[in-house]
């Protein structure tokens, strides 16, 4: 089974990066620009997470 990945972030250069690398490791990566798209996610049950990674920046806002 195919371990999943979300990554949030407002950059989407960061985001691409991340995604890019982490699928050559063999992840299905879903990514957000805002909490708010992450969380759509989760109340749809959609995603069901194997790993969480969060990259703390103080910019990003926190609602979106």
């Known amino acids: 089974k195919t371990p999943h ?23 299905s990566i879903k990514t957000a620009q805002c909490l708010k798209d992450a ?12 790993c969480w990674i969060y990259v703390y920046r103080t910019e990003m806002p926190s609602t979106g």
């Open 5 to 27: 990945i979300l990554l949030v972030d407002d950059e989407e250069a960061t985001l691409f990066g991340y995604t890019r690398y982490l699928s050559k490791c063999g992840y």
């Open 39 to 50: 969380r759509h996610w989760f109340q749809r049950r959609i995603l069901m997470l194997s």
